[in-house]
């Protein structure tokens, strides 16, 4: 079983700052890791992922302004997010494609962290 912790968000002022991170812990071999996000009455969409070798996928609407970064030491993922809109709000989720020894891959989701951004 894999846990996923999320830390960082809050309420920001439209044009400011937060850092998000989201931590593994579990039986993990190796993991591919990335940000969801959901706003009040839309479907769940993707932010950024960035691959255990590094490469990195952004959605459109972030691209220049969120960059998503990872420690593998620390099974860990981070989202910096700069220039933060009012679109930006939302419950941001933490996910991981964990695969185990045994080379299967599982999906997990983190519990979600509330961002609110201020025009």
């Known amino acids: 079983q894999v846990q996923l912790v999320e830390s960082g968000g809050g309420l920001v002022q439209a044009g400011g700052s937060l850092r998000l991170s989201c931590a593994a812990s579990g039986s993990i071999f190796s993991i591919n890791m990335g940000w969801y996000r959901q706003a009040p009455g839309k479907q769940r969409e993707l932010v950024a992922t960035?691959?255990?070798?590094?490469?990195?996928n952004y959605a459109d609407s972030v691209k220049g302004r969120f960059t998503i970064s990872t420690d593998n030491a620390k099974n860990a993922v981070y989202l910096q997010m700069s220039t933060l809109e009012p679109e930006d709000t939302g419950v941001y989720y933490c996910?991981?494609?964990?695969?185990?020894?045994?080379?299967?891959?599982?999906?997990?989701w983190g519990k979600g962290t509330l961002v609110t951004v201020s025009s």
């Open positions: 960035i691959t255990r070798s590094g490469s990195t």
């Open positions: 996910n991981a494609d964990v695969i185990t020894r045994s080379a299967s891959v599982m999906t997990y």
